[in-house]
């Protein structure tokens, strides 16, 4: 079945210590997959998208992330975490329905919290 | 550019009660969507429109939910009756078409169902 997974359900990381956050879907074509944002109370915000080309990826608020085939894998990455950072991170990817149409499929989350 | 707009923010109701959500797309874009978020969980598809036609609703609980999206602009989304387990954020997105183009999110609506 396609999917996208999330290991980690909740990170801890301290201020200007660096981050990945890892995702891995399962899915047989080119997948269009997106790192989005949720801080407390508030709407999903897309840091970086990847459709195609340059596999390294940058987004907003210095975010980064790399796509591997290879290893179906879509991990962001920040090199140096900052208090405001701290938020839920959802990996999500398109994909073709049962019923035809494309859907945007969303990972469980990955909370994330700042040590100062 | 306006974002998508939801309202109510909040809305509180007793379990076999009616509640609805309404949900203005930024203009322009074909594609809405209504997602159910959990606590602790990623948000999950209910329903899909393109322009005022639905293209998937295949994980939306027919039998209390419903959806609409009449001239192909703003959305409501209903329960009717409501269950304890429909306790969730709604969120709505729009985006400009289905497959390679961002989806935008508006701030959700929390339904606690009592």
């Known amino acids: 079945a396609q999917s996208v997974t999330q290991p980690d359900i909740h990170i801890t990381v301290s201020e200007g210590a660096s981050l990945e956050l890892r995702c891995n879907y399962s899915y047989g074509a080119t997948p269009y997959l997106f790192w989005y944002v949720q801080s407390p109370g508030q709407g999903l915000q897309l840091l970086l998208k990847?459709?195609?080309?340059?596999?390294l990826v940058q987004g907003i608020k210095g975010f980064e992330a790399e796509f591997k085939r290879s290893q179906s894998s879509f991990n962001l990455r920040k090199p140096s975490v900052h208090w405001s950072d701290a938020a839920e991170y959802f990996c999500?990817?398109?994909?073709?329905?049962?019923?035809?149409?494309?859907?945007?499929?969303f990972g469980k989350g990955t909370k994330l919290s700042v040590i100062p | 550019e306006a974002g998508v707009a939801q309202s109510p923010r909040y809305k509180i109701i007793e379990k076999r009660q009616s509640v609805a959500f309404w949900c203005n797309p930024i203009?322009?874009?074909?594609?809405l969507y209504w997602y159910q978020q959990i606590l602790g969980q990623g948000p999950k598809l209910l329903i899909q429109?393109?322009?005022?036609?639905?293209?998937?609703d295949s994980q939306l609980p027919k039998d209390r939910f419903s959806a609409e999206r009449l001239k192909g602009v703003d959305s409501t989304l209903k329960i009717q009756p409501a269950k304890l387990e429909d306790s969730a954020v709604y969120l709505c997105a729009s985006s400009y078409g289905q497959l390679n183009t961002e989806a935008f999110f508006g701030q959700g609506t929390r339904l606690t169902v009592v």
């Open positions: 429109f393109q322009n005022n036609g639905v293209v998937d």
């Open positions: 999500a990817v398109v994909i073709l329905s049962g019923a035809g149409s494309y859907q945007l499929t």
């Open positions: 990847y459709f195609s080309g340059d596999t």
């Open positions: 203009s322009g874009h074909a594609t």
